[in-house]
């Protein structure tokens, strides 16, 4: 606890040192999560992240989280200094799109818009017309839909699925995952339920279609921690990564969560309901990126941040 609190002390002055503020994602640790909160940073999900960091004044942004959003903010603000407490955070997503696979399936659609989700590279992102987050996914889907374009959606295979089952749009859909989501468990959610009736269940889209079927909102980070607010339950059953839960029951002190159930147990779930690329995120690593740049700062190739940049200014814009 002594030895944090030092690297807690010596990150708050290097963020005024260096004119740094850091933006942590909800699933990373709740220490993360209080130190930025304290450090006048902000704590949120994936599109807050970019506009926050995007409307920022400091000349460094430490992004804590996984790379896409540490590449997303580098191609918002090339102007910036971009770090993160380690660059091999990745995301199942990104690594299940590989862009040359991604770009041939693109063109072999060449009437398709192209939509993709943020959790993708930087050349995913540039071959796109498109990106989004979960957040604002639903409402982009419908505006390409009303214009009666036919769509390519990646990666995510459940929130394309589910977006589509919304919508009724006419998309294919890349074949990726989130390992974390992916191992929700309709059939043990139930008997979770069994034991605790009257909880609402909130369920991120990037979990199986079986898993949201059960639940009584879905959404995206910030909007499942929303529902937990405005919905009256006492209980709630979360299916999304426990990292969330710092900020529910910080807006909630007297309402009870419960994690999710996945379908394997301790010793044999992947994730267990927190993404193994988030954990990478800690106190020591954003002291050293602080410290030492080298082998923390996010680059983009010139060319491709230049593509990138456009869907993605597209969504800041819509989300406006
Ligand atoms: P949100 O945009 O909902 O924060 O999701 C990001 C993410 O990585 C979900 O797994
Ligand atoms: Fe990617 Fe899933 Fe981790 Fe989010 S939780 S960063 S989607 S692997």
Known sequence: EIEKQE??????SLLKEKNAVLVAHYYTDPEIQALAEETGGCVADSLEMARFGNQHAADTLIVAGVKFMGETAKILTPEKTVLMPTLEATCSLDLGCPIKEFSEFCDQHPDHTVVVYANTSAAVKARADWVVTSSIALDVIEYIDAQ????????????????????????LLWNGECIVHDEF?????????????DAAILV???SPASVVELADAVGSTSQLIAASTKMENDTFIVATDRGIFYKMQQAN?????????TGGNGATCKSCAHCPWMAMNGLKAIEEAL???TGHEVFVAETLAEQAMKPLTKMLNFAA
Do not use: C
Request: charged share 30%; glycine share 8%; net charge positive.
């Open 291 to 293: 410290t030492d740049a």
């Open 253 to 261: 002190p007297e309402k009870t969560f419960i994690e999710a159930p």
């Open 7 to 12: 690297y807690r002390d010596r990150i708050k």
């Open 148 to 171: 009666g374009k036919p769509i390519i959606w990646g990666p995510d295979r459940h929130l394309g699925g589910y977006i589509n089952k919304q919508t009724g749009a006419d998309m």
């Open 185 to 197: 468990s309709a059939k043990a959610l139930l008997d979770l339920k069994n034991v605790y009736p």
């Open 204 to 206: 991120h889209p990037e």
